[in-house]
Nanobody, 126 residues
Framework: QVQLVESGGGLVQTGGSLRLSCAASGRTFSSYHMAWFRQTPGREREFVAGISLSGTTRYSGDSVKGRYTISRDNAKNTVYLQMNSLKPEDTAVYYC???????????????????WGQGTQVTVSS
């Protein structure tokens, strides 16, 4: 069993930066490919970024390419999302998720993840 806990959300002005963290319990974090999603009320959960077991391969959604960077530290059981040049449309609840299958990350969909965090709110003011 793996528990994921996000932190680092908050209120930031347009153009600002935030770094989200997702801490995983358990000793099997390095066995999971990880991803970040976001969701706003009334909309489907959207893939933001994904990262492979060792961190060597990464995917980003089109809406955040060039602005967001996903990384991980397996020694700390933590995955990060560095968010730069934030825009009001980035406002959402951000979730991390883990899967043992790389194809799940490649799909950039929400199905197939074994574990989800509870989410952290990011609000970008104009």
């Amino acid at each position: 069993q793996v528990q994921l806990v996000e932190s680092g959300g908050g209120l930031v002005q347009t153009g600002g930066s935030l770094r989200l963290s997702c801490a995983a319990s358990g000793r099997t974090f390095s066995s999971y490919h990880m991803a970040w999603f976001r969701q706003t009320p009334g909309r489907e959960r959207e893939f933001v970024a994904g990262i492979s077991l060792s961190g060597t391969t990464r995917y980003s959604g089109d809406s955040v390419k060039g602005r967001y960077t996903i990384s991980r530290d397996n020694a700390k059981n933590t995955v990060y999302l560095q968010m730069n040049s934030l825009k009001p449309e980035d406002t959402a609840v951000y979730y991390c998720a883990g899967t043992k299958f790389w194809g799940t990350v490649q799909s950039m969909g929400v199905r197939g993840y074994d574990y989800w965090g509870q989410g952290t709110q990011v609000t970008v003011s104009s």
